[in-house]
Structures are given as structure tokens and as C-alpha cells.
């Protein structure tokens, strides 16, 4: 074998390689680890705000575990469906990150950085255990985020598959992942779950909007999504009722769970939220379904801050 082809040999590895680092970074969805953070912020906010008092290393635990965990979702995400990402026409909201059809990536490299993702997010939550820096209602509600964000995609649940994924995906999200964010200061979790109904609901709604445009895809690959069982009006009341009821329950929640000052900010996102509604199973880029739920969090946060 001569140096040229040994030199070859060893840019094509490398080329490989480079390859894979850009798929699994792909593959972890970036994006959604950065808004992940930013809601277990608003827990952690939460917590503070009813009296927790601030511990940076219980903070840097629960975030660490948290975000290989969500990454080991994400990857569980991509491999499972590989089939339907393959099919349907991307967004940059919907339709997977798309690294597996453009790289020609093997699905079983998701499934296999999935599981080591696992892996680490258990070592480090196990660590803070020893150490005492994390409480065992954080370990609780990790644990939760873990097997339901898992079987959203993959056996023997499979809830995307069975039309329950979009409700699975949005408590995960939208209460538990907070709630996990007030655990780990040891703050009060069924407050932190009652101030984060509107959240909920905008995440739900977020998920019927992203979903829309894999309808057909899914379908094709046998993947039973709600939207994929429910007609286009259904849906849309569904969308609807879940926008009235996120903002409804605003001066409900005001003064007790939800500060004034939180629900008179969280206003601001309705114009948002209505764009969202009235374009519902019209448009494919669900873009004012996305933006009205990370608008929601962002204010949130910020007026829990005043």
C-alpha cells in the first residue's frame, strides 16, 4: 500500500467522521435543547420566586442531566422515524432535522447515540444523588421525561403512533419539564404545575400546528398521529379550544399560582396565538404556532423576573 493511498484512506475516515459529528448534532436538535433550558429556567425562576433559595450546583445538575436526556429523546425521535422524515416535505419546524436523509446516515447511529445519551443523563442524575444535588421529586419527574419522551416514538407505546403523542409530547413539555426545573431547587412543583397551564395548552397547539404538515407522510408509514385521524375542522376546533382555554385561564391563575404581573405580560402573545388559529390546517409552515409558544415561555420568564 503506498503513502498516497494510506493519505486517501485517512481523509475519507475523517471525512466520515465529520459526518457523523454533523449528524448527531443535527440529530439533537439544538434548537429544542436551548428552548428546553429556557423552560427549565422558568421552573427554577418559579421556585425562586416561592421562596427556594438559588443553589448553582443543584442548577448545573439538574440542567446536565436534563439535557442528555432530552438529546437521548430526540435521537429516539430520529430513528424512529426515519420512514416518515423520509417522505414528507421539511419545514424548519416540522418534519424531523432531516440529517438522516441527507447524510444516508444508518437510523441505528441515532438509536445507538440515543442510548448513550440515556446513559449519561442516568450517570449524572445518579451522581447528583450520591452528592445530594438532586431531590428525589427531581428524580422523580426526570425519570418521567425520560420514559414518556422515549415512548412518544419508539415500543411498546409508541404514542405518536397511537394518536396520543401530541398529548404525551405537551405535558412532557409543557408541565413536567418545568416542574422538574422548580424540583430541582426543591420548590413547590404543584404550584410551578398550575402556573404553567397556559404554557401547556400553547404547546399542545404548537404540536397539532408542527404535526400538520407530516399528515400525509405519517399516514403513509402507518404512523397514527391525531392529526392524522381527525378531520381538518376537528382539528381546528381542537386548535382553537386550546388557545381559548390557554388564555382563559389566565385571570383564573392570576394572584394565586400565576402572579398578575405574569398573566397581564402573557397577553401579549394573543395577537400571535389568534394569526396561529385562524391559518390552522391551511398553511404548512407553522410558524405563528411555534413563535406564540416560545413567545409565551420568553415573557413568562421574563415577567416572573419583575
Not at 427554577?44 to 448553582?56: F, N, Q, T, Y
Not at 408541565?175 to 402556573?195: I, S
Request: glycine fraction near 8%; hydrophobic fraction near 55%; aromatic fraction near 8%.
Amino acid at each position: 500500500m503506498t503513502e498516497a493511498t494510506v493519505t486517501t484512506d485517512e481523509n475519507t475516515a475523517f471525512s466520515e467522521f465529520r459526518v457523523q459529528l454533523w449528524g448527531l448534532w443535527k440529530m439533537s436538535r439544538p434548537a429544542q435543547l436551548l428552548l428546553v433550558l429556557v423552560v427549565y429556567t422558568l421552573g427554577a425562576k418559579i421556585a425562586l420566586s416561592s421562596g427556594a433559595a438559588l443553589d448553582i450546583a443543584r442548577l448545573a445538575f439538574g440542567a446536565t442531566a436534563l439535557l442528555a436526556v432530552a438529546a437521548s429523546v430526540h435521537y429516539a425521535n430520529e430513528y424512529a422515524d426515519h420512514e416518515t422524515d423520509a417522505l414528507t416535505d421539511r419545514t424548519p419546524f416540522s418534519g424531523g432535522s432531516g440529517a438522516l436523509v441527507k447524510t444516508g446516515l444508518p437510523r441505528s447511529l441515532a438509536l445507538r447515540a440515543g442510548i448513550v445519551a440515556l446513559a449519561v443523563g442516568t450517570i449524572v442524575v445518579l451522581v447528583g444523588l450520591v452528592l445530594d444535588v438532586l431531590s428525589q421529586p427531581a428524580l422523580a419527574l426526570i425519570a418521567v421525561i425520560a420514559a414518556f419522551g422515549w415512548q412518544y416514538s419508539v415500543g411498546p407505546l409508541r404514542l405518536a403512533w397511537r394518536g396520543w403523542g401530541e398529548l404525551d409530547n405537551a405535558v412532557l413539555g409543557g408541565l413536567v419539564l418545568p416542574a422538574y426545573g422548580a424540583a430541582v431547587l426543591d420548590g413547590p412543583v404543584w404550584r410551578t404545575l398550575l402556573a404553567c397551564v397556559p404554557f401547556f395548552l400553547l404547546v399542545f397547539a404548537n404540536l397539532l400546528a408542527t404535526q400538520w404538515p407530516d399528515r400525509r407522510a405519517d399516514a403513509a408509514v402507518g404512523k397514527r398521529t391525531l392529526v392524522t385521524r381527525w378531520s381538518p375542522r376537528r382539528l381546528k376546533l381542537l386548535y382553537v379550544g386550546s388557545v381559548g382555554l390557554a388564555f382563559g385561564s389566565l385571570p383564573v391563575l392570576a394572584g394565586g399560582a400565576l402572579p398578575a404581573v405574569v398573566a397581564a405580560a402573557s397577553l401579549v402573545v394573543l395577537p400571535v396565538s389568534v394569526w396561529g388559529a385562524v391559518g390552522y390546517t391551511e398553511r404548512q409552515v407553522p410558524f405563528p404556532s411555534v413563535a406564540a409558544m416560545v413567545a409565551l415561555v420568553v415573557v413568562q420568564l421574563l415577567a416572573w423576573c419583575v
